[in-house]
């Protein structure tokens, strides 16, 4: 069965195409990336704001037409931290059911870290061995930790990229306070996993900050897949390439890698999310992944469709 996964996030708005079969092993077959930060400003003002909702409307349009051009059987589409927390989500959920047909489903984040720790176990090396799989999105990151495809601890915290820029970052570059509120933040934050009671033999970091940061330490321009999945990063050398993203401004980000394109605000407060998570999980090095919610959610819903 071919089907389409789009994933509706603070930042991106991301859609796959896989074909899944009988046994739920998904092949991918195209990707896409736009950057509509729908979530733009939702952790201060509590509303999606109408421009952010077109710009989000008017990817949604394209997918919906993509999905019909590749004959898509089903789209899925599931939206997360900025739709979840917004008090208008209804609106918006039912202004694109309207427009483009397309059924939005919000997930809660102790379900999107399972999703996430799924898709991204689909495309493991190793994935039968214990693993943190750390997903850093715009409004929030889920830490997810298990063997196999199904975790055993999952925590959902309202720290994202986006959500921690807007408010800490009043600076760009950010000065050395806002710095240390930020980290603060995420520390506390944080308390709530139990870190000292899980063991990861390896630490799977998904999404855009990750992909990013494989590029940027790989002195890589030009987005290539090959590059960034299973890339592995040391924690000492994402403590080096966080120094040097630290006094940059967002327009020289954007000179390393096309892939911060959309992001390049953001990037460092992404670095220090997940640096924070390797320290306190006391991972020597981490493995880059493209693969995680619309993985995920793809092969849960297709188990859904067909009765598992």
Known sequence: MRCASIDIGTNTILMLIGEIGGTSNLRPI?????????????????????????????VLKKY????????????????TS?????????????HVKN????????IDGITEGRLVFLGAMSGAKQDSVPTLVVDIGGGSTELSYGAGTTPEQVLSIDVGAVRLTERFFKHLPPLEIEL?????LIEDAMKAYPFSKIHPR?????????????LIAQGKFKFDIGSVEHFKLTTLELADIQ?????????EILKLTEAAEGRADVLLAGTIILLKVLV????????????????????SRYNRLVGR
């Open 30 to 58: 195209s990707d896409f990336y736009e950057v509509p930060r729908i979530g733009k400003s939702v952790s201060l003002t509590g509303r999606l704001d109408q421009a952010s909702m077109d710009r989000a409307l008017v």
């Open 64 to 79: 919906a037409s993509i999905a019909r051009e590749q004959d898509v059987e089903n789209i899925f589409a599931s939206a």
């Open 82 to 94: 900025a739709v979840r927390d917004a008090n208008n989500r209804d609106e918006f959920i039912r």
């Open 99 to 106: 427009e483009t047909g397309i059924s939005v489903e919000i």
């Open 180 to 184: 240390e509120e930020a980290k603060a």
């Open 202 to 214: 390896q630490v799977i970091a998904v999404g855009g900050t990750a992909t990013t940061l494989a």
């Open 243 to 251: 120094r040097k993203l630290k006094p940059m401004r967002p327009e």
């Open 280 to 299: 306190a999980s006391r991972a020597e090095s981490f493995y880059s992944t493209d693969r995680g919610l619309r993985h995920g959610y793809l092969i």
